[in-house]
């Protein structure tokens, strides 16, 4: 996919960051969005429309790189026992309806003459099919509600982008501070080397694929 214009919101963080430099190294112009540079708050609906409403576009390429695995302070649940009510919103207020609110500017934002991707991080842990050990249920829940947004999401923008592909993706386990505590035994990658995978995979989406689910190798995830 030819791309000119990309916005990265979530770009303070360690793979929006990344990604964000590698498509400048490509010469390609990037507005970038982060609460830490930018004061944008996913859990403010006026911010994310005070933001997102002063940009003009188009994007060929809208990528969002935000989420917790849990409010500071806390930790992702090992046991139903260990649910909180108010540790699990601010977990979906980051996580599912942060993105929603965001998604609410895409058809505005996302170019509709040529091939656009819009590309969501989500997480493996989100798909109900691979769930083989239950635990994180914030998280995991998050992330599953997530991917539901994409898919209706890629329904609705596909009926006026048509060479447009709105996809979630599994960015592997990548070293940063969001993995630090909890990557254990997992493979981890540097952050510049998940950025190259993601990258990869967006430059090969076609508008068939859109509304999927894909891991940074490409390989579609079970939802």
């Known amino acids: 996919m030819r791309m ?15 990604v964000a430099l590698a498509l400048e ?8 969005l982060s609460r830490r540079g930018d004061g944008f708050d996913v859990t403010d609906p ?8 002063a940009l003009a576009g188009p994007f060929d390429l ?21 649910i909180d009510a ?11 309806i942060g993105p929603a609110l965001i998604l609410r500017h895409v058809p505005r934002l996302l170019a509709k003459d040529g091939p656009a991707v819009t590309a969501i991080l989500s997480a493996r842990v989100g798909s109900i099919g691979d769930n083989q050990i239950g635990g994180w249920h914030s998280y995991r829940a998050s ?3 997530l991917n539901q947004i994409i898919r209706g999401a890629a329904i609705e923008l596909g009926r006026s ?5 709105c996809v979630a993706l599994h960015p592997g386990t990548v070293e940063t501070p969001f993995t630090a505590n909890y ?29 999927r689910f894909f891991d940074y190798a490409g390989i579609e995830v079970a939802w």
């Open 4 to 18: 000119e214009n990309a916005l990265i919101i979530g770009a303070s963080g360690g793979i929006g960051a990344a």
């Open 25 to 32: 190294n490509r010469g390609i112009a990037v507005t970038r």
């Open 46 to 53: 006026a911010s994310v429309d005070a933001h997102l409403g």
């Open 62 to 82: 809208i990528f969002v790189a935000i989420g917790i695995l849990a409010p500071q302070g806390s930790s992702p649940e090992k046991a139903l026992a260990a």
């Open 86 to 96: 108010g540790t699990m919103a601010q977990v979906m207020a980051v996580n599912t």
């Open 143 to 145: 992330k599953a509600a």
């Open 161 to 165: 982008h048509k060479q447009a592909a």
């Open 183 to 211: 990557a254990g035994r997992h493979k981890t990658m540097p952050a510049s080397e998940a950025a190259a995978h993601l990258l990869a995979v967006i430059d090969g989406l076609m508008p068939a694929q859109t509304g």
